[in-house]
């Protein structure tokens, strides 16, 4: 049974940082490519991150760019999402996806809010 479970989402200060992590399981993590979505409330989901299978090739969405980094690690099945800087207009909630050809997979999405 393919599971995303994410985690470490919650209430930040803006400025602050905050770590996503999502863990895989029931499939092939290294064979597949993982992104990090996010939408907020009236918003359409948007594109935060990806990260390649391997050789660590990664991109961005322009509003995340310089701020957030994606990473990965095979060995635990698990991909992360460093966020720094963070602003009023990154709170969404989060979804970690995994994609290989016409295989998708999400998670169910952890909130994460940036208020003073």
């Known amino acids: 049974q393919v599971q995303l479970v994410e985690s470490g989402g919650g209430l930040v200060q803006p400025g602050g940082s905050l770590r996503l992590s999502c863990v895989a399981s029931g499939f092939t993590f290294s064979s597949y490519a993982m992104s990090w979505y996010r939408q907020a409330p009236g918003k359409e989901r948007e594109l935060v991150a990806t990260i390649a299978t391997v050789g660590g090739i990664t991109n961005y969405g322009d509003s995340v760019k310089g701020r957030f980094t994606i990473s990965r690690d095979n060995a635990k099945n698990t991909v992360y999402l460093q966020m720094n800087s963070l602003k009023s207009e990154d709170t969404a909630v989060y979804y970690c996806?995994?994609?290989?050809?016409?295989?998708?997979?999400w998670g169910q999405g952890t909130q994460v809010t940036v208020s003073s």
């Open positions: 996806n995994a994609r290989r050809a016409s295989r998708s997979y």
